[in-house]
């Protein structure tokens, strides 16, 4: 079966605007865990709007649940075997960010 | 919540309730120690079958396989609400609709949580649903078949998130590490959905003529589709002919082949039906003492590729579907931008003037 | 009276209209899933959906308990004719666009927010359970909405235009929901229940709060407003609304599913 190429024909950009929407990535401590685990990313236009659809697909509105969100740009990583130290901002991209490093043990069944 | 009169609640029902997940999701969780004991190249990680994360090198078709394989993966889910989600207003029982309501929501989850793993090798979900409604990009072909009854919400849960969770088990080691974890957690929801379905066909066997012959054209319709969901034969004389999965099983993407799933899927599903009284559309389906599988009858295999090119019953509506929803609210979204760079602009002014 | 006598004839009929309210915006709500301008809306949309859904189910089994017929949830939505629904018509009018939805969901929530906090107190126990678990929920909803009001109101030229009509067209429906009769009277009387008029004051000034924050105007006084709901007399929707959730467990009598 042969398939075509995702890039391939032309498709109508979708106006910049729906393309502008930040990364953020989602922490959440369970109601029994001691510290934030970093269960995903989701786009939104702003911190509120991020903890708010954050909060639904993440703990499912779980209550007794802390979320804390992070726009990705702001978060500076350090791990070990990674060749460029930072992200440049400027891409809009977001090409390997740090995202679902920990499958998150404690959160699943909140 | 359901008594435990239709199956012995300690026998697994799908591929997700026979240990694998749990292994899987425990392996994960040494990934990373045992990765730093191994090189860094991806032909070493995936030589000693270690997960290759968002910062490593890997080679572009393989970013390109996954990146393909993980959006028609959440694009599956997400065209997969409507055929379930058509019977909502209509669930006979307000238990019913809760649950369905439920599990189509878990659906929507699952797509996003696919994105956002597809997003890690550098493509934004916004691009990936351009590609969608564009017909540029695929979502299972099951989904372009139309749920005609209630017992069809039935055979969805039982028949196709079991197919589905027959999938997705091995793909929770898939060498991808976003993609195995997303799967993990995706399994486990989907394990529930399938349960939930076959409950639905368990009350409807116990129940009137009616309920116990909408049951049986729901097996009718659904059955064949289900194992087409595997996917073409790719073993014995088809495996000579090419195709993807021998370059997938070397990257660690595919663990099994199509016609593996599939006769698991097979032997595993043919004594449930048994327990449901229904009798499935297959006059060649013998249990193979020596083998000890279930041998099947020939699929057709002309429907498949006909319904995957376009002419199934919903292809058209299901884009149409999608397509309408994200049309119609270009505006809230575009509002949602505006509002933020009205105000959080505004905030991030402030702060960096202080 | 007696205790039971009460309850039979004072709080069942006040659930009903508690119970039926939550029903069909339920309904309603479950028609945006996989039809909400986001996926992330879908959910969020399934899971107010879900919440109202949950107080539906307790208040009609509650009903069925006092109101002498033992009727269960399930043959109380279903089998019940539409003049014995006792909703308001706010919530049986069908899906339209999301600015119309949310400012729905704004009044709606605003007014279960202070119905629910007095009802903490009601007399009946299965009331008071209800209200306990609806306060946390139904706080969400209004947050929700009022988020939504917020960005569309103050959004683009045209979100602010759609979010205005979409309060205009609620605008007729409003009154009803904060109108006293009879049932609501009697059941506040007995401590029961709470009269929806108390609750004008507080929902109206929430809603006034969030719809000037959103650059929006309140709409004037409406030339015709909604009414009968509490008796059973609906408008044009909700006939087709019965027909599609009621006809398949009404296909098959007395069947289980």
């Known amino acids: ?65 802390s979320l804390w969100v992070v726009r990705a740009s702001d978060i500076t990583a350090s791990s070990p075997d990674e060749r460029d130290s930072f992200f440049d901002p400027a891409a809009d991209k977001v090409y390997r960010h740090p995202t679902f490093y920990d499958v998150p043990e404690d959160v699943e069944y909140l | 919540m359901y008594g435990n009169d239709f199956v012995d609640p300690d026998q697994p029902l799908n591929a997700a309730e ?6 899987a999701a425990a392996d994960a969780a040494t990934a990373r120690a045992r990765r730093e004991q191994v090189g860094s190249s991806f032909d070493e990680l995936i030589a000693a079958d270690q997960r290759i994360e968002p910062r490593d090198d890997m080679p572009e078709g393989y970013r390109k396989t996954l990146i393909r394989q993980i959006a028609q993966h959440a694009h599956s889910e997400i065209i997969g609400m409507q055929p379930e989600g058509n019977w909502i207003s209509r669930a006979p029982s307000l238990r019913r609709k809760a649950i369905l309501m439920a599990k189509v929501q878990d659906e929507a989850g699952h797509g996003l949580y696919l994105y956002s793993a597809a997003e890690t090798l550098g493509v934004d979900r916004a691009e990936l649903l351009d590609l969608l409604h564009a017909g540029k990009q695929r979502y299972s072909s099951i989904f372009n078949y139309p749920t005609l009854t209630w017992a069809d919400c039935g055979a969805i849960g039982w028949l196709v998130d079991g197919a589905a969770i027959m999938n997705q088990v091995p793909l929770c080691r898939c060498s991808y590490g976003p993609y195995a974890r997303a799967m ?36 009718n319709r659904w059955w064949w589709p289900a194992l087409m969901m595997f996917g073409p034969p790719d073993t014995g004389e ?114 960096s003037a202080a | 009276m007696t205790d039971n006598a009460v309850h039979t004839s004072v709080v069942a009929p006040y659930a009903l209209q508690l119970g039926d309210d939550a029903l069909v915006y339920a309904q ?89 906090a007095a009802l903490v107190a009601s007399s009946d126990e299965t009331l008071s359970g209800v209200a306990v678990k609806a306060v946390k929920e139904v706080d969400y909803h209004r947050d929700h909405a009022s988020h939504w009001v917020l960005r569309l109101g103050d959004g683009t030229a045209e979100s602010h235009g759609r979010m205005q009509a979409g309060l205009e067209r609620v605008a007729p429906y409003v009154a009803e929901l904060f109108e006293d009769d009879a049932v609501s009277a009697a059941a506040a ?23 000037a924050e ?32 009621q006809h398949i467990a009404r296909s098959h009598p007395g069947a289980t599913w």
């Open chain 2, 238 to 351: 088809a495996a000579a002919k090419g195709g993807h999965t021998e370059q997938s099983m070397a990257w660690g993407i595919k663990r099994f082949s199509n016609d593996d799933l599939r006769q698991k899927f097979v032997d595993m599903m043919v004594p449930q039906a048994q327990r449901l009284g229904l009798t499935l559309p297959d006059p060649d389906l013998r249990f193979d003492e020596e083998s000890g599988h279930w041998a099947f009858g020939p699929i057709d295999w002309d429907e498949f590729w006909r319904v995957l090119r376009g002419d199934g019953a919903c292809n058209a509506e299901r884009i149409e579907h999608r397509v309408a929803a994200h049309e119609e609210g270009a505006w809230v979204r575009e509002a949602a931008t505006a509002y933020a760079d009205k105000h959080d602009g505004a905030r991030r002014r402030q702060e």
């Open chain 3, 28 to 116: 309603r709500l479950g028609e945006w899933i996989s039809r909400a301008p986001q996926i992330e809306e879908d959910m969020a949309l399934g899971n107010v959906g879900l919440d109202l859904l949950g107080q539906a189910r307790v208040l009609l089994t509650r009903v069925g308990e006092l109101d002498g017929t033992g009727r269960t949830e399930d043959e109380l939505a279903y089998l019940r004719d539409e003049r014995e629904f006792r909703n308001v018509h706010l919530v049986e009018q069908p899906r339209s666009d999301f600015g119309f939805e949310m400012t729905r969901m704004l009044w709606f929530s605003a007014y279960q927010c202070g119905l629910y």
């Open chain 1, 1 to 65: 079966m042969s398939e075509s190429s995702p890039t391939e024909s032309a498709v109508a950009a979708p106006k910049a605007a729906e393309r502008s929407w930040p990364l953020w990535e989602v922490f959440v401590r369970g109601k029994r865990g001691l510290s934030h685990v970093h269960v995903g990313s989701l786009h939104a236009p702003d911190a509120e709007m991020a903890l708010r659809n954050g909060r639904d697909v993440y703990t499912r509105r779980q209550e007794g649940v």
């Open chain 3, 214 to 245: 959103a650059t929006l105007a309140m709409p004037a006084e409406p030339t015709w407003r909604s009414r009968g709901g509490r008796d059973g007399i609906h408008s044009r929707p909700m006939g087709y609304l019965l027909a599609e959730m």
């Open chain 3, 189 to 211: 009387g007995a401590g029961a229940g709470v009269l929806p008029s108390s609750l004008w004051p507080a929902a109206s000034a929430y809603v006034e709060r969030v719809v």
């Open chain 2, 18 to 23: 026979t240990g694998d997940v749990e292994a």
């Open chain 2, 184 to 219: 993990i957690r995706v399994c486990k929801e989907e394990s529930f959905h399938q349960r939930q379905g076959f409950e639905i066909l368990w009350e409807l066997s116990k129940g009137t003529d009616a309920q116990r012959a909408m049951a049986q054209d729901a097996a």
